[in-house]
């Protein structure tokens, strides 16, 4: 668990970034899930496929992916990892972790979401076929810039992640500012993901 102090360094850096426009231009054409995934297929978290490999970039886990067969993990409920030098998601290993992660992302009104990742090592994160954030190398703990997103039609959305740790710590987490709201960015709630088992969303 992070310290109250932790915390809220977390949230004045997120505060100050959305006060001070650090912000990527407005993403827009996200396509939602079509059909909709009925409430009785979908289950909690995201899938995840695991690849153990040294990876320096994430474009090399679908590439290693053609030539190795990943291991399924236990659904990720929230991405909120920040663990040091601990398990890599749900993987049970602490190292050498790539992860192919994948299933829905809801939004539930429509308008203007800002959306962040803090990440250590890479990541690569695409919603309703758009890229959102991409900062894929081998890196130290840091956050994207906020990027505006353009929501018209509330409901599920295709979500693929692409993550690796390659050594020592590991974090993977993602925020939200809803629209119309102010301030802080919140981490996006375990309610807003879910999963098909064994079904890959096209994206």
């Known amino acids: 668990m992070r310290s109250v ?5 977390l949230a004045c850096s997120l ?3 959305a006060i001070t426009g650090n912000a990527a231009d407005l993403l827009s054409g996200l396509k939602s899930a079509t059909p909709q995934p009925g409430a009785g297929d979908l289950r909690p978290g995201l ?3 695991y690849y153990y490999n ?3 970039d994430t474009s090399e886990i679908p590439d290693w992916a053609k030539y190795k067969d990943g291991v399924k993990g236990e659904p990720i409920l929230i991405l909120d990892y920040f663990v040091g030098d601990g398990d890599v998601l749900t993987s049970g290993r602490v190292d050498e972790v790539g992860a192919d992660i994948r299933g829905y992302i809801s939004f539930p009104v ?6 962040a990742m803090r990440s250590n090592d890479g990541v690569d994160l695409k919603i309703g076929g758009v890229r959102i954030v991409h900062d894929p190398g081998v890196h130290s703990d840091r956050f994207s810039e906020l990027t505006p997103v353009e929501i018209t039609t509330p409901g599920w959305y295709p979500l693929h992640l692409l993550y690796f740790e390659k050594r020592v710590t590991s974090t993977l987490e993602l925020y939200w500012l809803k629209p119309g709201g102010s301030g802080q960015l919140d981490f996006v709630p375990e309610e807003a993901f879910a999963h098909i088992p ?4 096209q994206n």
């Not at 102090?5 to 360094?9: D, H």
């Not at 429509?110 to 959306?115: E, F, L, N, S, V």
């Open 198 to 201: 064994g079904e890959v969303p």
């Open 110 to 115: 429509a308008g203007t979401y800002t959306i």
């Open 15 to 17: 505060t100050f970034g």
């Open 47 to 49: 899938g995840v496929t």
């Open 5 to 9: 102090i932790a915390t809220a360094l």
């Open 54 to 56: 040294v990876f320096n």
